[in-house]
């Protein structure tokens, strides 16, 4: 059994990953963390559904008898798209890019970790943040992001399901990092006000992130913002100002550049099957989120185009 557990966190030091585990038991806990935002009004039902959020009973491995929780370091990737002449950068935020690997290389570490001993793995789709703070994985900013220790808030979080028993359950309640006691940066430089004083959690409804990936156009009052928008999905103004992404956010990976034609189509709002595989291949985005990449695209060049150029 021990190798089983040393193997596992060998694994995933070979890849730059961390990873928990905590036992199946605390499964309604993590489910019921969001159930209890939603019935308090902090978390906007629409915000819940497009985060895919499961509050059901897990279903894909149901013997399972342990979590266990990764966070995979992902800095900021810069790409680049062509348009009237000009290549103009967009940054896309770390958990936006990349993931379908980033996961399968996580997935196959710990498969093979488990699979010799005739254990089994299946994703878990699970509030991830909560499971992460919960395992002592992370911790809470006052942004509502989880950080990682080496990494910051600049890494992704995948969870799974395994039918191993649970050797070291890591339990523990939620924790936020000391450093925001005194610190307000991310509540002053937030573009829209979504980080209050009042409370700890923040108006998810309000934040920049969200706006971008559920509305089909932005609120008026969100333009009149200095610094509103920043990547090309997401919101990164509060983790920009972070004091503890200070280490992390000096490494930028260069990603594709987009021809004028591959960016006119995706201005032109051309329907995702219509774009080329090699272009849909390149742009690795999450689900749900290309519907959406017009109105950004458009939002950040427009932006970045100097007087003389509108």
Request: with cysteine; net charge neutral; aromatic share 8%.
């Amino acid at each position: 059994m021990d190798d089983i557990f040393g193997n596992m966190q060998v694994a995933m030091k070979q890849l730059g990953y961390e990873a928990r585990t905590v036992s199946i038991v605390h499964l309604s806990e993590v489910q019921e963390a969001v159930g209890n935002l939603i019935r308090r009004g902090f978390v906007n039902e629409g915000l819940h559904r497009r985060w895919h959020f499961h509050l059901d009973t897990n279903k894909s491995l149901p013997e399972a008898r342990t979590i266990i929780i990764a966070a995979m370091p992902s800095p900021l990737t810069r790409v680049w798209f062509k348009h009237k002449g000009i290549a103009y950068p967009a940054d896309i935020p770390p958990d936006h890019f990349g993931r379908r690997e980033k996961e399968s290389r996580a997935r196959e570490a710990l498969s093979g970790a488990l699979r010799t001993a005739g254990y089994k793995i299946a994703q878990a789709h699970l509030a991830l943040k909560t499971l992460a703070v919960r395992s002592g994985l992370a911790a809470y900013g006052r942004n509502n992001i989880a950080y990682v220790s080496g990494m910051g808030s600049l890494c992704m979080l995948v969870a799974f399901y395994t039918d191993w028993p649970c050797e070291e359950d890591n339990w523990q309640e939620l924790k936020a990092m000391e450093a925001c006691d005194t610190c307000s940066l991310c509540h002053e430089n937030c573009p829209t006000g979504s980080i209050p004083t009042d409370r700890f959690l923040i108006r998810a409804e309000n934040c920049l992130g969200s706006l971008q990936e559920m509305k089909p156009d932005f609120p008026c009052w969100v333009g009149l913002q200095p610094g509103w928008h920043n990547a090309l999905t997401g919101c990164m103004a509060c983790q920009f100002v972070c004091p503890m992404n200070k280490p992390y956010l000096q490494r930028i990976v260069s990603g594709p550049v987009f021809s004028e034609d591959e960016t006119s189509q995706i201005l032109n709002g051309t329907s995702w099957e219509g774009l080329s595989p090699e272009t849909r291949l390149r742009l690795e985005l999450p689900p749900g989120i290309y519907p959406f990449l017009a109105r950004n695209l458009g939002a950040l060049i427009e932006k970045q185009r100097g007087p003389t150029q509108r």
